[in-house]
């Protein structure tokens, strides 16, 4: 697999959260559904054109948040919510193919590539997707960048 590593300044993502154990995945596409039916309130945005899903994992269960990131929590709008992400050096991945195939993606970074690597995930850290103009969410020619941290 292709990667990038990067460093990542920090940054402020405002949009909605799920927070729950990890049984309750399958609810997140209908988050990502429920911001694009809002998506006009984030009227203040770093890129107007990328969307962020970030994944906060924690032992027994998982928050994710989808949004956008903001220059600012001045302007939350009412029901949503930001969390600070800090600067982390991360490995960006690209994901290519259809939506529904992105786990196939999370799966093998870490289950094959990441144990052979000589990298280290940063549990600590939280992991995010970058949706950006390449992200088509019904093509099979859509991509998106993973971004893991590391230590």
């Not at 050096?89 to 289950?111: A, C, M, P, Q």
Request: hydrophobic share 30%.
């Amino acid at each position: 697999m292709d990667f990038t590593p990067v460093k990542r300044s920090a940054f402020t993502i405002i949009g909605l959260e799920h927070t729950g154990p990890y049984s309750t995945m399958d609810q997140l596409p209908k988050l990502w559904q429920d911001l694009f039916t809002r998506i006009d309130e984030l009227t203040e945005r770093v890129n107007e054109k990328a969307e962020l899903g970030v994944c906060f994992d924690e032992p027994h269960e998982f928050t994710y948040i989808v949004g956008v990131e903001a220059p600012s929590t001045a302007n939350i709008p009412e029901g949503m919510t930001a969390r600070h992400v800090p600067e982390h050096e991360y490995l960006v991945f690209t994901h290519r193919g259809h939506i529904s195939k992105l786990s196939e993606t999370y799966k093998k970074i870490y289950d094959e590539w990441l144990p052979q690597s000589g990298y280290q995930r940063d549990g600590d850290a939280p992991f995010f997707e970058l949706y950006d103009e390449r992200f088509q969410p019904d093509s099979e020619d859509s991509e998106l960048d993973v971004y893991i941290p590391i230590k």
